[in-house]
């Protein structure tokens, strides 16, 4: 129950209430912390690893930053990556955000973010930016994109189709990550976990390809998959698993959406 701003813990007596952290952030990281301060047991389960990614091309491609009209960012890592080259945003060329996280930790750093869709997801950007190119010709607009090593077509195919001209350039690699998988495989056969939360579908795919697809499916046939947006959600549904999606994709909301779950557990 949430009281005043305050988060009243629910008991959860006889019930699992261990929640699986699949983010790479470290036991202390920002959402396993806010699960602890609601009360919740947390397993740091980091599926996935951020490492740098293709240095020499993204150190060019920021050389001549400013040859392009825009600037995307589908993620706070692609902020990090660039930002660390390039402090200080490049004038007269403009910039977009995927979703209202990855905004904030632009404008935090003194980055004006100049299209955000109220969908934090690729199709709702190229949606935003059909809209904000409506009436114009957007044909030959040069667009940069630094991205995941996985980073889905979605973003890139979806503006080249309105005439945009995307290059995409690795700003950093995802890879799985090691895990104690002794120890998950413990907790799935004590049934002992009541959620899984997963920030992005690498975790998904990582976290199914560590446990195998057996021991992933009897985590999932017990615990409830919280997933912080729908593009996650969707690659949790094709592996055939429901997921609840956050009610709002930040990792605050994931936190609240999970404990929430928890509290209307039956």
């Given at each position: 129950m949430i009281l005043g701003g305050m988060v009243s813990t629910p008991s959860l007596r006889g019930s699992p209430r261990a929640v699986v952290v699949t983010r790479a952030?470290?036991?202390?990281?920002?959402?396993?912390?806010?699960l602890r301060e609601m009360g919740l047991e947390v397993l740091s389960w980091p599926a996935v690893a951020t490492v740098p990614g293709d240095a020499a091309t993204l150190d060019t491609m920021l050389g001549a930053v400013r040859s392009f009209d825009w600037i995307v960012f589908a993620s706070r890592?692609?902020?990090?990556?660039?930002?660390?080259?390039?402090?200080?945003?490049?004038?007269?060329?403009?910039?977009?955000?995927?979703?209202?996280?990855t905004a904030l930790t632009l404008r935090e750093r003194g980055w004006p973010v100049d299209l955000v869709p109220e969908d934090s997801n690729a199709a709702a950007l190229v949606a935003a930016f059909a809209l904000h190119w409506s009436g114009t010709n957007a044909a030959g607009v040069r667009v940069l994109y630094p991205a995941s090593s996985r980073a889905l077509p979605t973003l890139a195919a979806g503006l080249e189709q309105l005439g945009a001209r995307v290059t995409q350039v690795e700003a950093y690699r995802t890879e799985g990550a090691s895990l104690d998988l002794a120890e998950c495989r413990t907790w799935i056969a004590k049934e002992g976990i009541a959620a899984v939360t997963f920030a992005s579908p690498s975790a998904v795919s990582e976290l199914a390809r560590s446990l195998g697809d057996p021991d992933f499916a009897r985590l999932l046939a017990r615990a409830r998959a919280v997933a912080i947006g729908r593009t996650t959600a969707r690659e949790l549904e094709r592996r055939g698993h429901a997921a609840v999606v956050a009610e709002s994709p930040t990792l605050h909301g994931l936190a609240l959406t999970t404990l929430r779950l928890l509290q209307t557990r039956p």
């Open positions: 952030e470290g036991s202390d990281g920002p959402l396993s912390r806010e890592n692609a902020v990090a990556a660039v930002l660390a080259r390039l402090p200080t945003p490049p004038e007269g060329v403009a910039v977009a955000a995927v979703g209202r996280a």
